[in-house]
């Protein structure tokens, strides 16, 4: 149990999957304007992750392994990730409607999230079994959605601050990125 | 070999038919104009991109 929350706690905040490993930084950027966006894209980045990690993991140890054909992880994690995609905006759109209007229209963003394929192969290459796998597909998504309020809150404010017009925008938004990721490097040595 | 070529197309396959079926699902009432709050990135190829709202 221990191992398991020193595992998220890491995945959280030591080893933040925007601000200490630089994966995700295209939707970090461009869906952190508001908040409200930010919490849609937060939520749909963590069901995503949760299930296509379970699913990859699941393909690896019962197809690839036995199989002998391991190289074909990344290709094989991709179209995974791709085709889970297309059913989960399939099943919200005929099932839930008030679902899809607050979350859909950011499934196919997260396809090319590099950070759902980063899961996905770390699952593997860090050899854990399937409750370390569950714990950190939840927990890497989690630091992102949290790393990704807390920037909206920012931008919100900066959208009425007397920025200059050459920083006005993504430079001051990837300075204020900068030193968030000097501020969560501080926690390095926390577990 | 041939089992690795086999499952990358079956792979692929799986995946056109989930676009395919995706594609031809209604999208439900009231979320036909949908626009996501995106600034935009640096995969300008992308469709939500704003440069691409601002020519239509």
């Given at each position: 149990m221990e191992n398991l929350l020193t595992l998220a706690i890491s995945a959280i905040l030591?080893?933040?999957?925007?601000?200490?490993?630089?994966?995700?930084i295209c939707p970090f950027l461009g869906?952190?304007?508001k908040k409200d966006s930010a919490i849609g894209m937060g939520l749909a980045v963590i069901f995503v992750i949760v299930g296509a990690s379970i699913l990859s993991y699941l393909l690896y140890h019962l197809v690839l392994d036995p199989l002998d054909i391991e190289y074909m992880n990344l290709i094989s994690f991709i179209l995974v990730i791709a085709s889970f995609v297309q059913f989960t905006e399939m099943f919200i759109k005929k099932y839930s409607p008030s679902l899809y209007k607050s979350l859909g229209i950011y499934l196919p963003l997260i396809t090319t999230n590099c950070a759902v394929l980063y899961v996905a192969l770390a699952n593997i290459t860090s050899g854990y079994n399937f409750v370390e796998m569950i714990t950190y597909s939840i927990a890497v998504p989690v630091g992102f959605m949290l790393v990704l309020i807390i920037f909206s809150y920012i931008r919100e404010r900066l959208d009425i601050a007397p920025v200059p017009k050459a920083f006005k925008g993504n430079p001051v938004a990837l300075i204020v990125a900068a030193l968030m990721a000097i501020a969560f490097s501080g926690l390095a040595g926390l577990v | 070999m041939m089992i690795a070529v086999g499952f990358g197309l079956t792979l692929g396959g799986i995946f056109a038919i989930s676009y395919y079926m995706n594609m031809k699902t209604p999208v439900p009432?009231?979320?036909?104009?949908l626009q996501a709050a995106c600034d935009g990135c640096?995969?300008?190829?992308?469709?939500?991109h704003p440069t691409h709202q601002q020519e239509v």
């Open positions: 030591i080893n933040n999957i925007v601000l200490s490993q630089f994966l995700g869906v952190s304007r | 009432e009231g979320c036909e104009s640096a995969m300008t190829h992308c469709h939500k």
